[in-house]
């Protein structure tokens, strides 16, 4: 099991940094300090490390889902800091499942569809939990979902723990950003200096 888990992180590595076609198995079993045969022994395919980064990273977005408690702007703040969290914490896992899980073929894709998907409704479950409460004001619980949704993945692709936010106050401003563009500031109730 140990092993196993060794080689799923060098794979999210090499996947997130080369992409999921340019790494082979020779790369993995290299990494490793195996022989190809070895890597075998533990795994059936590429495509099932694959799967299970994608599987692995979709449990840590969505316990931060399941973990969230209060009222929508609560649950809101929460689901940033948590996703932000997930992302300094797990960066080349969370990486391969925003960009290189479109390279499985069916039905593991359908089954990483089915994971981005869940997320997705739990997120717009948030935002219109809001909207029916008066706190949020937006013309469509879908757009306003994806565009919260692709504020917080493209992180990924610049976030670094070492760089000149810490998490907590990165989370601090995204929130702050997204309650206004939620229309906090506008809505009854809301936080009128925007405050996150």
Known sequence: MERRE???TVAGHLFSQRGYHATSM??????LNL???SLYA??????ELLIEVVRRAAE???AVLDSLEGDPVA???GLVRGHLEVIAQELPRATVFF???KHLSPPLLEEAKALRRKYEEGVQRIIQEGVEQGVFRVPSVRLATLFALSALNWTYQWYRPEGPLSLEE???AYAALLLGALGMDQAKGGDQDGEA
Not at 26 to 31: G, K
Not at 42 to 47: P, T
């Open 6 to 8: 060794q080689i799923l």
């Open 26 to 31: 020779r790369d993995l079993a290299r990494e």
């Open 35 to 37: 022989q190809g045969g």
């Open 42 to 47: 533990h795994i059936a395919s590429k495509e």
């Open 60 to 62: 840590r977005f969505l």
């Open 75 to 77: 649950k809101l703040k």
């Open 99 to 101: 960009h290189e899980w």
């Open 170 to 172: 990165l989370s601090q």
